[in-house]
């Protein structure tokens, strides 16, 4: 089954404890990019990637991190995560160069930090 | 700088009947892509429609529909014979291929609760 598996689910955590939320598809998708979700805010885009070893800034990098060593996964790293961090993020991924391809979802991590 | 607006935060339809959500978008570009994406409460992000710029035809999918209007930047969907299960979050999006890879924008959720 054609997918994006993103854990974990949820994840409750202390400030400046770092963590990491994975993220993989088997869609042999080219592009994956990391969101996250805030009430009154939609989806913001936190950092993407066109393919292994690419990665850029969206338009909320400050305090994330990513790494794209494999095509298949890219995990969103919070080196020292604070409580402004609680949102709920998602990742997605995508075929590039096929604007019409849309975004396949994971099904979100819900974090909170204390 | 690319936007998406949904003035609607909230809005309620009885079941079996018609509503339409607006999106506006702003862009400078000309080749972009449409979609509407919807967000039931277990989170997951669905699907719903999806629409080519160059296209004069509204894309239509089963009691989905869209009403584009390319000059004025609108994208309004349509939602007819509401189920319960259309109670859901609705994001409106756009994207644009660029060299830098195909870039996402969101607009900020419609939620819509279908009253039976």
């Given at each position: 089954?054609?997918?994006?598996?993103?854990?974990?689910r949820?994840?409750?955590?202390?400030?400046?404890?770092?963590?990491?939320?994975?993220?993989?598809?088997?869609m042999n998708?080219?592009?994956?990019?990391?969101?996250?979700?805030?009430?009154?805010?939609?989806?913001?885009?936190i950092?993407?990637s066109?393919?292994?070893e690419?990665?850029?800034?969206?338009?909320?990098?400050?305090?994330?991190?990513?790494?794209?060593?494999?095509?298949?996964?890219?995990?969103?790293?919070?080196?020292?995560p604070?409580?402004?961090?609680t949102?709920?993020?998602?990742?997605?991924?995508?075929?590039y160069?096929?604007?019409?391809?849309?975004?396949?979802?994971g099904?979100?991590?819900?974090?909170?930090?204390? | 700088?690319?936007?998406?607006?949904?003035?609607?935060?909230?809005?309620?339809?009885?079941?079996?009947?018609?509503v339409?959500l607006?999106?506006?978008?702003?862009?400078?570009?000309?080749?972009?892509y449409?979609?509407?994406?919807?967000?039931?409460?277990?989170?997951?992000?669905?699907?719903?429609?999806?629409?080519?710029?160059?296209?004069?035809?509204?894309?239509?999918?089963?009691?989905?529909?869209?009403?584009?209007?390319?000059?004025?930047?609108?994208?309004?969907?349509?939602?007819?014979?509401?189920?319960?299960?259309?109670?859901?979050?609705?994001?409106?999006?756009?994207?644009?291929?660029?060299?830098?890879?195909n870039?996402?924008?969101?607009?900020?959720?419609t939620?819509?609760?279908?009253?039976?």
């Amino acid at each position: 089954e054609a997918q994006v598996t993103q854990n974990p689910r949820y994840l409750i955590t202390v400030t400046g404890k770092k963590l990491t939320v994975t993220c993989s598809q088997n869609m042999n998708h080219e592009y994956m990019s990391w969101y996250r979700q805030d009430p009154g805010l939609g989806l913001r885009q936190i950092y993407y990637s066109m393919n292994v070893e690419v990665t850029d800034k969206g338009d909320v990098p400050e305090g994330y991190k990513v790494s794209r060593k494999e095509k298949r996964n890219f995990p969103l790293i919070l080196e020292s995560p604070s409580p402004n961090q609680t949102s709920l993020y998602f990742c997605a991924s995508s075929l590039y160069r096929r604007a019409l391809s849309p975004l396949h979802f994971g099904n979100g991590t819900r974090l909170t930090v204390t | 700088a690319q936007t998406v607006t949904q003035s609607q935060p909230e809005m309620s339809v009885q079941e079996a009947e018609t509503v339409t959500l607006s999106c506006t978008y702003d862009t400078s570009e000309s080749n972009y892509y449409l979609f509407w994406y919807k967000q039931p409460p277990s989170r997951q992000m669905i699907l719903v429609i999806r629409q080519e710029a160059y296209k004069q035809q509204n894309a239509t999918e089963n009691r989905f529909s869209v009403n584009f209007q390319k000059a004025a930047k609108s994208f309004s969907l349509k939602i007819s014979d509401s189920q319960l299960g259309d109670t859901a979050m609705y994001f409106c999006a756009f994207t644009l291929q660029t060299n830098t890879g195909n870039q996402f924008y969101f607009g900020t959720g419609t939620s819509l609760t279908v009253i039976p």
